[in-house]
Nanobody, 120 residues
Framework: QVQLAESGGGLVQAGGSLRLSCAASGSIFSINSMAWYRQAPGKQRELVANIASRGGTNYVDSVKGRFTISRENTKNTVHLQMNSLKPEDTAVYYC??????????????WGQGIEVTVSS
């Protein structure tokens, strides 16, 4: 079983910055994709950014140029640096990690979610 521990959320004023981190632990053979999703009140969960094992990244249009996703493979950790935050970035952010626990068995784990609140 693979567990995810998220950290770094909180309350910040518009224009400020936060850095989210997510560390994966447990029986991990390899990690493929690492990603951050978010869910705002009354809205569906959306993909914010993901990063592949070789470093390729994707971002939702609304955060391009403001957020940066990165990973530390030796620590099984993914970060989301969020700059120039806007009130519409307010949401619960979820970490998602996909990989293998053995050569034959995959895993797809989610964090419990961490709140980010941006005040205007």
């Amino acid at each position: 079983q693979v567990q995810l521990a998220e950290s770094g959320g909180g309350l910040v004023q518009a224009g400020g910055s936060l850095r989210l981190s997510c560390a994966a632990s447990g029986s991990i053979f390899s990690i493929n994709s690492m990603a951050w999703y978010r869910q705002a009140p009354g809205k569906q969960r959306e993909l914010v950014a993901n990063i592949a094992s070789r470093g390729g990244t994707n971002y939702v249009d609304s955060v391009k140029g403001r957020f940066t996703i990165s990973r530390e493979n030796t620590k099984n950790t993914v970060h989301l640096q969020m700059n120039s935050l806007k009130p519409e970035d307010t949401a619960v952010y979820y970490c998602n990690v996909q990989g293998r626990v053995t050569m034959e068995r995959n895993f797809d784990s989610w964090g419990q979610g961490i709140e980010v609140t941006v005040s205007s």
